[in-house]
Structures are given as structure tokens and as C-alpha cells.
């Protein structure tokens, strides 16, 4: 079966963390071939496209795997792909989604449905349209006034949490005190820096404890770990400081993903991972769902396994 990855640049990949990387070497390890496929190389006037393919030696050590990898390039018809999955950073172009649209060979995981609806913040509400005890008071703001507006008529709520509604990462994300006198110019200042809808989401002080980082394969739950945030107190992100430790998940945390499990299907989500604050449904990462290195490692597991096994039944 020919697979391929539309991601980040191979020189990215870390084989410390990488979930992608994990998958691949299941593949290889099942004698299927496997593609990179970057966006700055597709014609979208085309279906050819140049591509690498991933050359490396059957080794179960991900560290060793990875030094054995060399990427040959060739140029393919993508519609001659079983599969291609998608997994790269936030923000996800319209453009592209339309591209993957007209090839008539591949599946393409997940959905182009899921992934346009996945890739803003916004997809709790969608989950949840007419709202729930279990996510956050969110409001979704085009402009400063907007945020100030919503901000002004909850006033029971003095912390706020302002990230693009497209963003990753922890990337561009403040913790907004309106104690403070000058919070109106902070506010507005953020604004000026931003190209996106503002998510304006309540503090939740549970953050303090950690989040929980679920990974969901058709719904289900494939393991968790912790992430205890680090100097900055209010982001979990690894990549900013947190760090992860186990985490047996919890009967409420089991209920959300129950929850989150019917949209994801409506929506055609194969893999996603969800982010819990206390009995907080925060976000849910369709485009990129990181994790997999880190829950392998704290739980002796191999997560990428039932996933793997999921592409194959998929590309059948």
C-alpha cells in the first residue's frame, strides 16, 4: 500500500517526541510505502507532484529507525496513493483543502470535512452548540470592541485566556488580568498583533494542576498523559516549559470523550487529541495531534500501533 504524509519539513522532526515519525516506522515495519508530501511542492493545477519517499531499516528503536531514514526523491500521480494523511501545524489552507479535494485515488485522514471544521478552536462549540457545564464561557471576537464588550458583561470573571482561533502551540496565547487598570490598551494591543478571531475563553485556575492530553482514535481513548505547566503558569504546552507526566484518565474525562466521540464520527475525525482542564473540555487538535512519543514513553506503550492498524483497514 503506498501512504502518504503531507507534513512539516523532514529536517523538524525531532525522534524524541515525534508522533508522525512513530507511525511511519509501524509502516515501514509493515513493508508499506511511505511518501512525504510538502505543500510548497504541490501544482494545484496538477496531481503529479515531487515527493520523498522514506527509505529506512526495520528497527524498533525510534532513535535508531530515524538514522537509518534517507528520503529518496521521485515525482508521483497522488491519485495513485491508497491514503494520504494529513499532519502539520495550524494554520490549515483553504486552498489545500480544495487541492486534496479533486484527487479521486487517496482517502484522505483525517476527512477534508473534519479537517476544515477541526482547524479552528472553535470546533468545541460545534460539539457542544448549545453550550455545557463541560467547556468554558468562550466568546469568539472579530474585533477589540467585541472582546470588550463580552469581557464588560461578565464581569463576575476577572482572568481571560486570548489565543487566535487558528493558532497551535501556545503560540501567540495571554493570560488577561481585567484587575488591572490598563487591561483595555493591553487587550487592544494584542489585537493589533493578530491576523485571526480571538478566542476570549475564562481562566480556569485547575490550569495550575495541568491539563490532560487524551488521544482519541474513532472516538476512543488510546492514552493520556499530564502536563504540568512550567515558568509560565497558565500554558501546558511542552514546547513552552510544560512537562508531561502519566495520568490514568478519570471517569469525567472518560465521559467528555464520550461526548466528543459522536461529532468526531459525524465528522469523519479518525485521530484527534483532546486538551481537559479540571472538567474542562479545552480544545481538540485534529491537524497535528502530538503526544504519541511522550505517552508511549511514561506508559510503556505503542500508541501508534492501533493507529497504524486503522490506516491499513482504511486503505483496503
Not at 511511505?34 to 493545477?45: E, F
Not at 528520503?71 to 491508497?82: G, R, W
Amino acid at each position: 500500500m503506498k501512504i502518504g504524509f503531507l507534513i512539516y519539513k523532514w529536517k523538524f522532526v525531532n525522534p524524541k517526541t515525534d508522533s508522525v515519525l512513530r507511525v511511519i516506522r509501524a509502516l515501514i515495519a509493515n513493508d508499506e510505502e511511505v511518501y512525504i508530501i510538502y505543500q510548497d511542492q504541490l501544482n494545484y493545477d496538477e496531481t503529479t507532484a515531487k515527493v520523498f519517499k522514506i527509505n529506512g531499516q526495520k528497527i524498533e528503536n525510534i532513535y535508531s529507525f530515524f538514522e537509518t531514514v534517507f528520503l529518496e526523491e521521485e515525482e508521483i500521480d497522488l491519485n495513485d496513493l491508497s491514503i494520504i494523511v494529513y499532519s502539520n501545524v495550524p494554520p490549515l489552507d483553504t486552498n489545500l483543502i480544495e487541492y486534496l479535494s479533486t484527487l479521486n485515488g487517496p482517502k484522505i485522514i483525517n476527512s477534508l470535512r473534519g479537517l476544515n471544521k477541526v482547524r479552528y478552536k472553535d470546533y468545541i462549540e460545534e460539539i457542544f452548540p448549545n453550550g455545557s457545564e463541560y467547556i468554558p464561557n468562550s466568546f469568539y471576537a472579530n474585533n477589540e470592541f467585541e472582546a470588550i464588550d463580552h469581557i464588560e458583561s461578565n464581569q463576575h470573571q476577572q482572568q481571560w485566556i486570548l489565543k487566535p482561533n487558528m493558532g497551535s502551540g501556545g503560540n501567540d496565547v495571554i493570560l488577561l488580568n481585567t484587575n488591572k487598570p490598563f487591561w483595555i490598551k493591553e487587550l487592544t494591543d494584542y489585537f493589533a498583533t493578530q491576523n485571526d478571531i480571538i478566542v476570549v475563553q475564562e481562566f480556569i485556575r485547575e490550569v495550575s494542576k495541568g491539563d490532560t492530553r487524551i488521544l482519541l482514535l474513532d472516538g476512543e481513548p488510546l492514552g493520556a498523559m499530564k502536563r504540568i505547566p512550567g515558568e509560565i503558569h497558565y500554558l501546558t504546552n511542552c514546547s513552552k516549559g510544560g512537562r508531561a507526566i502519566p495520568h490514568s484518565i478519570s471517569e469525567t474525562e472518560l465521559h467528555i470523550c464520550s461526548l466528543v466521540k459522536k461529532q468526531l464520527k459525524r465528522d469523519g475525525i479518525i485521530f484527534a487529541g483532546i486538551d481537559i482542564i479540571g472538567d474542562q473540555l479545552i480544545e481538540v487538535n485534529g491537524l497535528s495531534p502530538g503526544g504519541i512519543g511522550r505517552i508511549n514513553y511514561l506508559n510503556n506503550m505503542e500508541v501508534e500501533i492501533p493507529i497504524v492498524k486503522r490506516i491499513m483497514k482504511i486503505g483496503c
